[in-house]
């Protein structure tokens, strides 16, 4: 059998055929089987020979969701906003992510998979941390944010957003409101006045806490 020459092409069309099922008859409803019917000829081979299974496939198009739009990388260059306007953006930003907040609801009995769950956090604190420790660091300088902890609030709001996901802490709607009032007020006692009313109200209306 020859060889791909264009593995990356096989890949991205798996991935795109994975999400599109994702979101149509949800992450645990699509079985491997259900994507190979879809991908033309692929096999269930094929797919393995990229990834080892359905829970790699979702990772994967996590990274690849997040490398195509970065809330950072978008605000980084704006120089009409200071560090704490900055912060807000990439949460509004994220939160506006229509595909990747139905995805992440779709996904991942995360409870039941405890190595997909160790998976994220791990890839969240390497990536998210440095962004938000970036930005906090800016809003010192130019005096937005006023705090003793840097590193530590990065790391903090990489948590949050675990806590904030009912399948990890489930939650009712009106748990997930007093949750976000929590964060908002302990961040501010640390010099980090990150959330404002349109934030909250975004939060709050994402579909996975109706």
């Known amino acids: 059998m020859a060889r791909n020459k264009y ?3 096989t890949v991205d069309k ?4 994975s999400q599109r ?3 149509e008859k949800g992450y645990d409803n699509t079985t491997i089987q259900d994507i190979v019917d879809e991908l033309d000829g692929l096999t269930r081979g094929a797919i393995y020979h990229h990834f080892k299974s359905k829970e790699e496939i979702m990772d994967a198009l996590g990274d ?3 490398a195509h739009n970065n809330p950072f990388e978008k605000v980084k260059q704006r120089t009409d906003l200071n560090g704490l306007e900055k912060m807000r953006m990439v949460m509004q930003l994220n939160q506006s ?3 990747q907040v139905k995805l992440t609801q779709q996904a991942i009995p995360l409870l039941n998979n405890p190595h997909v769950l160790a998976r994220m956090i791990e890839a969240n604190r390497r990536l998210l941390c440095p962004y938000w420790l970036e930005l906090i660091q800016e809003g010192q300088k130019d005096g937005s944010i006023q705090t003793q902890y840097p590193q530590e609030l990065a790391e903090f709001l990489v948590l949050t957003d675990l806590w904030l996901i009912p399948s990890v802490f489930p939650a009712e709607k009106e ?13 501010e006692k640390m010099g980090l006045p990150l959330f404002n ?14």
């Open 7 to 9: 593995p990356e092409v």
């Open 14 to 17: 798996i991935l795109e055929v």
């Open 21 to 23: 099922l994702f979101l």
């Open 64 to 66: 690849r969701m997040f």
């Open 97 to 99: 992510d229509e595909v």
């Open 175 to 187: 748990q997930i409101q007093r949750r976000v009032l929590c964060i908002k007020e302990m961040l």
């Open 197 to 210: 009313e349109e934030i909250e109200g975004k939060i709050n209306r994402l579909p996975y806490f109706e």
